[in-house]
């Protein structure tokens, strides 16, 4: 088996953490509120699974949006925002399309419906749900973007923007 490099640790950090910080909150939120409000594990768990998308997926496509934009050498501002659009979608579509269909689908719905009714305490169940479906995404989502990353939007390790030697943008 081979050992992950350090620095590959470290541009997933980069690039996910922030993206895993607002699908948590809206997760855990609309989980907790929704079976606040209805007393049912399988309205929480829908409303988690959507929540955990929204917050995850709405800072993901900003930033690629933003990073696009940045990097667009198109001679009007409006075709320079069509095609940083358009990157970004494609970006966050290669990226995450599987890791999402198997997680929302299958995996996390399913977690967090069991969770809850497995330990004592319904938060504690979806946390152990987050950290079960989190791997299973993770898996798949590093996978596509380890694999696809000549069409992926993403930023490069500052050392290498300032050095110049590698292009900030790796889609085309």
């Given at each position: 088996?081979r050992?992950i490099?350090?620095a590959?640790?470290?541009e997933?950090?980069?690039?996910?953490?922030?993206?895993?910080?607002g699908?948590t909150?809206?997760?855990?939120?609309?989980a907790?509120v929704?079976?606040r409000?209805?007393?049912s594990?399988?309205?929480a768990?829908?409303?988690?699974t959507?929540?955990?998308?929204?917050?995850y997926y709405?800072i993901?496509f900003?930033s690629?949006?933003?990073?696009?934009?940045r990097?667009?050498?198109?001679?009007?501002?409006i075709?320079?925002?069509?095609v940083?659009l358009?990157?970004a979608?494609r970006?966050?579509?290669?990226e995450?399309?599987p890791?999402e269909a198997v997680?929302?689908?299958?995996v996390?719905?399913?977690?967090?419906?069991l969770?809850p009714?497995?330990?004592?305490?319904?938060?504690v169940?979806?946390?152990?749900?987050?950290?079960l479906?989190d791997?299973?995404?993770?898996?798949?989502a590093?996978?596509?973007y380890?694999?696809?990353s000549?069409?992926v939007?993403?930023?490069r390790?500052r050392?290498?923007?300032?050095?110049?030697?590698?292009?900030?943008?790796?889609?085309?």
């Amino acid at each position: 088996m081979r050992s992950i490099d350090r620095a590959k640790v470290a541009e997933w950090l980069r690039r996910y953490l922030p993206l895993e910080i607002g699908g948590t909150i809206a997760e855990l939120g609309g989980a907790f509120v929704a079976y606040r409000l209805s007393g049912s594990f399988a309205l929480a768990a829908l409303v988690g699974t959507i929540g955990a998308s929204v917050g995850y997926y709405a800072i993901a496509f900003v930033s690629a949006v933003r990073w696009s934009y940045r990097d667009c050498a198109r001679p009007s501002r409006i075709a320079r925002v069509w095609v940083a659009l358009w990157l970004a979608t494609r970006s966050v579509l290669v990226e995450f399309g599987p890791a999402e269909a198997v997680d929302s689908l299958l995996v996390r719905p399913v977690a967090y419906y069991l969770g809850p009714q497995l330990f004592a305490s319904p938060m504690v169940g979806w946390i152990v749900a987050k950290v079960l479906s989190d791997i299973a995404f993770y898996v798949l989502a590093i996978t596509s973007y380890e694999t696809f990353s000549r069409l992926v939007v993403h930023r490069r390790s500052r050392q290498e923007d300032e050095d110049g030697s590698v292009e900030t943008i790796a889609a085309a």
